[in-house]
């Protein structure tokens, strides 16, 4: 965003960056991530701080990990039903069986 917002293409930026094209895209799309170094060169490029422009990807990182989280806890909750349902399956067919061989 902070790159079209500037106005620079991927290509400006690289060159600016003194890296390729592809990187940038891959810094994009979050495949891949900029080292420190790197990281401060963008910052001095679009004059943001460091704190700014990682801010968006933390957010980022934090969202994702309580989403995944959210998921677990909801197959956890799935699991737990599914053994004491089978408890109690278990416990009326003991009660059946005592019952009959009485």
Known sequence: MIRKKEGYSQEEAAEKLNVT?????NWETG?????????????????????????NDIRNV???KVSNTEKIAGYMMLYIKFIAAV????????????????
């Open 21 to 25: 094209r592809q990187t940038i895209s």
């Open 31 to 55: 495949q891949t991530s900029p080292s420190i170094e790197q990281s401060i060169s963008i910052a001095k490029l679009y004059k943001i701080s460091l704190d700014e422009l990682t801010d």
């Open 62 to 64: 934090i969202e994702n």
């Open 87 to 102: 408890l109690v399956v278990l416990v009326i067919i003991g009660i059946s069986c005592a019952i009959f061989i009485k």
